[in-house]
């Protein structure tokens, strides 16, 4: 069984378009994340929901927003496409216990191409 | 804010020899976590190791250890007997609340036959 899974894998779109990618994990974990990997391969936090709550929102623009129905998914909505979100997004999950850090998992990416 | 620095954007080593990739870190916090990840040409990102900051003894997995100098803030990776599957992206990362990663640029290492 995958421990976090996002759909799909690759996005291919037109600028301008609306587009979401999903994200589950079964690995019980409380907290989720999403990362943007850009072409020279920096990664770089965008969001992280614990308990279903929003915690970490990383200048990103409102054009991007995520949702999160229950602990074990994390959705992120894109609107409006622009060129410049072409990137690889990850989603991880892990658990969370305050002041303290634990491992995150990541899941697969999702390359998105906007053209 | 916390910064992570990889030095080396590429290196190279033969195979089954051993090679030491770096990592800076700089922070004000007391207690932290360290992480090494690993990226394939596959794009999947793998935990490598990990090391609490408190412990002073340097975590080891097989053939992945660290040598974690608190003071100096650095915190590089050896490979030993480097196999032709360890050729991937290697990234450095550092996490003070466990609600975010903070990643160096990555380092490329490609083992040769």
């Known amino acids: 069984d995958t421990a976090v899974s996002q759909t799909p894998k690759y996005l291919v779109t037109q600028m301008g378009n609306d587009k979401s990618i999903k994200c589950e994990q079964n690995?019980?974990?409380?907290?989720m994340y999403w990362y943007k990997q850009d072409s020279k391969k920096f990664l770089k936090i965008m969001f992280s929901?614990?308990?279903?709550?929003?915690?970490i929102n990383e200048t990103v623009p409102n054009r991007f927003s995520p949702k999160s129905p229950d602990k074990a998914h994390l959705n992120l909505h894109i609107n409006s496409l622009e060129l410049g979100d072409s990137a690889v997004y990850f989603c991880?999950?892990?658990?969370?216990?305050?002041?303290?850090?634990?491992?995150?998992?990541f899941g697969p990416g999702t390359r998105l191409t906007v053209l | 804010a916390q910064t992570v620095t990889q030095s080396q954007p590429e290196m190279s080593v033969q195979e089954a020899e051993t090679v030491t990739l770096s990592c800076t870190y700089d922070?004000?916090?007391?207690?932290?976590?360290l992480f090494w990840y690993k990226q394939p040409p596959s794009r999947q990102m793998i935990l490598v190791i990990r090391?609490?900051?408190?412990?002073?003894q340097n975590a080891t997995e097989n053939r992945f250890s660290v040598n974690f100098q608190k003071a100096a803030k650095s915190f590089s990776l050896k490979i030993s007997d480097s196999q032709l599957g360890d050729t991937a992206m290697y990234f450095c990362a550092f996490d003070a609340s466990g609600s975010r990663l903070t990643f160096g640029e990555g380092t490329q290492l490609t083992v040769n036959p």
């Open positions: 922070t004000s916090e007391s207690n932290y976590y």
């Open positions: 090391q609490e900051a408190y412990k002073q």
């Open positions: 991880a999950s892990s658990h969370r216990r305050a002041g303290d850090a634990d491992t995150q998992y």
């Open positions: 929901y614990n308990n279903k709550e929003l915690i």
């Open positions: 690995l019980g974990h409380d907290t």
